[in-house]
């Protein structure tokens, strides 16, 4: 699944964590984030920063869906 700059700016919202916050949580630096939630598609990064962004969602209960709508949800909390 690729993730776009959209669901990570959801996503991230969904969870109530800022930027820093984020990049503290995942890995990944504040600067990469910020680039990759300002795409409109899919962003031009490295695959082991995007698998680190959307392992450390998915942990925290984020779920990602695609097709013609891509979109995010929370997973129920008797799903986990």
């Known amino acids: 699944m690729m993730l776009t700059g959209a669901q990570i700016r959801m996503a991230r919202g969904y969870l109530r964590l800022s930027v ?31 698998a680190k962004v959307q392992r450390t969602f998915e942990a925290a209960g984020v779920e990602f869906t ?14 986990t």
């Open 20 to 50: 820093r916050e984020f990049a503290d949580a995942s890995g990944v630096s504040a600067a990469t984030i910020k680039r990759m939630e300002e795409v409109d598609g899919v962003p031009k990064a490295m695959a082991d920063n995007l």
């Open 66 to 79: 695609n097709g013609g709508e891509p979109g995010v949800k929370l997973r129920r909390k008797d799903q």
